[in-house]
């Protein structure tokens, strides 16, 4: 277990029901960069599947604290793969245009 930083704490304590404080983010991936010049959800997958257990803040979930008497801690949670797995069957659903060419 591990206590919440005061980062953490602040954007917990900013949540409600109706505020998230979600955090998103963008990747552009170049092909024509791997052995094979294809890259395909399935290498995106195996990629962050092998190297998980390399990033133990990845693996962290929140514990709350019976009856509030203090911040939650962060704890390694096992499971992560499979939510690892889930995160990642999810976004083959997103559609992505080709991008243009420049003009």
């Known amino acids: 277990m591990r206590r919440l930083t005061s980062r953490d704490a602040q954007f917990l304590a900013l949540e409600t029901r109706r ?24 290498d995106i997958e195996a990629l962050i599947t092998d190297r998980l257990r390399l990033l133990p803040p990845l693996r962290w979930r929140l514990r709350e604290v019976p009856l509030g008497l203090d911040y939650p801690y962060w704890i390694d949670d096992a499971d992560c793969t499979a939510r690892a797995d889930a995160v990642i069957r999810d976004s ?11 003009r």
């Open 19 to 42: 505020q998230t404080g979600h955090v998103a983010s963008v990747a552009i991936l170049d092909p024509s960069t791997t052995p094979t010049g294809t890259l395909t959800v399935g």
């Open 92 to 102: 083959r659903r997103l559609g992505v245009r080709r991008p243009r060419a420049r």
